[in-house]
T-cell receptor, first 113, second 109 residues
Framework: NAGVMQNPRHLVRRRGQEARLRCSPMKGHSHVYWYRQLPEEGLKFMVYLQKENIIDESGMPKERFSAEFPKEGPSILRIQQVVRGDSAAYFC???????????FGPGTRLTVL | GIQVEQSPPDLILQEGANSTLRCNFSDSVNNLQWFHQNPWGQLINLFYIPSGTKQNGRLSATTVATERYSLLYISSSQTTDSGVYFCAVERIGFQKLVFGTGTRLLVSP
């Protein structure tokens, strides 16, 4: 059973470009969470999704950030018009419907030049 | 929101030594997990332990939910134990993990 998959592992963007981060949850997991880790800090919750639904987006910046988890395919975290302050590691986690334990992917390290 | 504090913030050990890491939280929780973030940045689940005691090899963890703290014990530490240890909790009624400030551990040979 493959773990949580994230791609790309590293992403470099110039200011003003768009970044798309993908997350494939573990098989049988229908809950997906995105977290952001700034350098030398802990992880901060961004958004919690179930298939085709955003359940809690209280940690998402109000502008430029969006997330989706379609019926088919991976969850996508999209950052429009990136700025240097968006440089961070973005982690995805998944959990099954019946359990609260979250399993984390390897992360995507975004660098904005 | 819930506060999660970890101590000590930094810890340096000689290989073979034992250590105890502490996590205090300010509200009732229904999920508590311990993670190890290795020097390459990867987060590794150590324990899912909302209450009670669990052991896994040289590591064990205890959570006393009524007193709002959890402890992670590392015995016979090895250099590969180096990294940052995070405690993360999920407040009752909220399905999101709130991470503590972390304990940075360095085990020297």
């Amino acid at each position: 059973n493959a773990g949580v998959m994230q791609n790309p592992r590293h992403l470099v963007r110039r200011r003003g470009q768009e970044a798309r981060l993908r997350c494939s949850p573990m098989k049988g997991h229908s809950h997906v969470y995105w977290y952001r880790q700034l350098p030398e800090e802990g992880l901060k919750f961004m958004v919690y999704l179930q298939k085709e639904n955003i359940i809690d987006e209280s940690g998402m910046p109000k502008e430029r950030f969006s997330a989706e988890f379609p019926k088919e395919g991976p969850s996508i975290l999209r950052i429009q018009q990136v700025v240097r302050g968006d440089s961070a590691a973005y982690f995805c986690a998944s959990s099954p419907p019946s359990d609260r334990k979250q399993f984390f992917g390897p992360g995507t390290r975004l660098t904005v030049l | 929101g819930i506060q999660v504090e970890q101590s000590p913030p930094d810890l340096i050990l000689q290989e073979g030594a034992n250590s105890t890491l502490r996590c205090n939280f300010s509200d009732s929780v229904n999920n508590l997990q311990w993670f190890h973030q290795n020097p390459w940045g990867q987060l590794i689940n150590l324990f899912y332990i909302p209450s009670g005691t669990k052991q896994n090899g040289r590591l064990s963890a205890t959570t006393v939910a009524t007193e709002r703290y959890s402890l992670l014990y590392i015995s016979s530490s090895q250099t590969t134990d180096s990294g940052v240890y995070f405690c993360a909790v999920e407040r009752i009624g909220f399905q999101k993990l709130v991470f503590g400030t972390g304990t940075r551990l360095l085990v020297s040979p």
